[in-house]
């Protein structure tokens, strides 16, 4: 399901810059948005461009999503498309659709999920390519362990993509692709699965803590990473700066495995 909207004046379409969001999701605790939806209404409201801005999530007929983007002045076209980033053909069906309904170059890509999780995955399991189906099959998954393990993964695409667009030539600037990680935010969607007494304390009690980081300060830091036109590709940006992705993540021999590997499972493409 995807449905198309806008404002009625139509006027800047044919100028407006492409950004393209995944997993910015509305959280229904405390009447706040998550950090992703967060970041994007902030990028948007800041935007000195006029915006076309495909949004990719589990709810698209959520009246709060649409009424706030198209509140928006500089959004001149919303496409909130149905996604769900845990089923492959949902997420082919999404890129299918920018494909075949954009023709603009993408000047944002935003990608959210819980990357900082991905070190602590990489101490316990230090998953490879030739091991990865063996975790899986013999253990007990909770969410969050599961959640983990994946965005480690995702690091490894993450320094995948950084030197797929290192190769990339012939264009005025090359596509940057960098990490960020938002610092620890209590009172986000990822607690969802954990009993009432947790996101009690989560929503309530922590975000009081001197180590957490405020729903604001995330947003800002990730629409720095959308915004900020001196980043170079591979950066990990924090809210105090910068930060080094896990070990495991720098290895060229594994990365390398992790590359055939998806390749070999159709979600990686080896273009020339």
């Known amino acids: 399901m995807s449905g198309a909207q806008g404002h009625a004046d139509q006027g800047g379409i044919d100028d407006s810059i492409l950004v393209v969001a995944t997993g910015a999701r509305l959280c229904q605790y405390l009447g706040s948005s998550g950090l992703g939806f ?12 006029n915006i076309i801005l495909v949004l990719g999530c589990r709810t698209p007929t959520n009246p709060t999503v649409s009424n706030t983007f198209n509140n928006i002045p500089r959004i001149k076209k919303l496409d909130i498309v149905s996604l769900d980033l845990v089923n492959l053909d949902s997420s082919r069906a999404f890129a299918s659709h920018i494909l075949q309904s954009y023709s603009k170059q993408i000047s944002v890509l935003l990608l959210c999920g819980g990357s900082t999780l991905h ?5 316990t399991y230090r998953p490879s ?8 099959a013999s253990t007990p998954w909770k969410p969050k362990e599961a959640y983990a393990l994946s965005k480690l993964v995702q690091m490894h695409v993450f320094q995948i993509t950084v030197d797929r667009f290192a190769k990339v030539t012939g264009t005025k600037k090359q596509p940057v692709v960098v990490g960020v990680c938002p610092g620890f935010v209590p009172q986000t969607g990822l607690i969802r699965e954990y009993s009432w007494w947790i996101r009690f304390l989560m ?5 009081m803590m001197p180590f957490t980081t405020s729903l604001e300060t995330a947003g800002e830091t990730i629409m720095r990473a959308m915004q900020d036109q ?3 590709s591979g950066g990990y940006i924090t809210p105090r700066g910068s930060d080094s992705l896990a070990s495991e993540c720098m290895g060229l021999t594994l990365r ?5 590997w998806l390749v ?3 979600v990686w493409v080896e273009e020339e």
């Open 203 to 207: 929503n309530y009690i922590m975000p």
């Open 129 to 136: 390519p030739s091991t990865i189906e063996g975790i899986l």
């Open 119 to 123: 070190k602590g995955a990489a101490q």
């Open 38 to 49: 967060r970041a994007l209404v902030d990028f948007a409201g800041q935007s000195k461009e």
């Open 230 to 232: 001196n980043l170079t």
């Open 264 to 266: 070999s499972k159709g």
């Open 256 to 260: 390398s495995e992790w590359r055939d």
